[in-house]
C-alpha cells in the first residue's frame, strides 16, 4: 500500500476528470483507492508515541473466506474497520469476524453512507474516518447521533 492517494491515483491510471464530472460513480469503483485512503488517515492520526502499523485480519477456510480491511486497537479493544467504496450493505466478512472474536464490541464500517448504527456495527461516512482514531466508541456514537 502507498501512503500517497496521488501515487497509487498515478499508478492506477485514473482519470482524474471524471472524478470531478462524476465523484460517487467513481469512487464506487475504486476500492483500492478507497483502502488506501483510509489506511493513510489511520497513520496519520494514530498516536506519534506508539510504533503504528496497519493490520488486517483473513480467514480462508474452505467455502468460507473472509476479510477485514483494518484492525484499530481502540481504547484497548480490537476493533474491526471495514472499508467499502459505495454504500457498503453487504458486511459479511465484518458479521463473521464478530462472531468469532467475541471480545471485539463493536464494528465500524466506512462507506459513502450517512451515520447509522446497526446492532453492534457503526457506519461512518468517508469524511468522518479519522475522527474514529481519536475519539473511540464515544466519538463514533456522537457522529452517528450528530445528524
Not at 464530472?21 to 467513481?26: A, G, N, R, T, V
Not at 506519534?48 to 473466506?65: D, K, V
Not at 481502540?74 to 469476524?97: D, M, N, R
Amino acid at each position: 500500500m502507498f501512503f500517497d492517494v496521488s501515487i497509487t491515483q498515478q499508478l492506477l491510471g485514473l482519470d482524474l476528470k471524471g472524478w470531478f464530472l462524476h465523484p460517487e460513480e467513481k469512487f464506487i469503483s475504486q476500492g483500492a483507492l478507497v483502502e488506501s485512503f483510509i489506511g493513510q488517515e489511520m497513520m496519520a492520526y494514530a498516536s506519534p508515541n506508539s510504533r503504528n502499523t496497519l493490520f488486517y485480519w483473513q480467514r480462508e477456510a474452505r467455502g468460507s473466506e473472509a476479510e477485514i480491511d483494518y484492525l484499530a486497537i481502540i481504547k484497548g479493544k480490537i476493533i474491526p474497520i471495514e472499508v467499502k467504496a459505495g454504500k457498503g450493505t453487504t458486511l459479511k466478512s465484518l458479521h463473521s469476524f464478530l462472531l468469532s472474536h467475541p471480545k471485539s464490541p463493536y464494528g465500524i464500517k466506512i462507506s459513502l453512507a450517512d451515520r447509522s448504527q446497526f446492532e453492534n456495527i457503526f457506519s461512518i461516512p468517508l469524511y468522518a474516518a479519522f475522527e474514529i482514531v481519536e475519539g473511540g466508541k464515544e466519538r463514533v456514537l456522537s457522529l452517528i447521533h450528530e445528524k
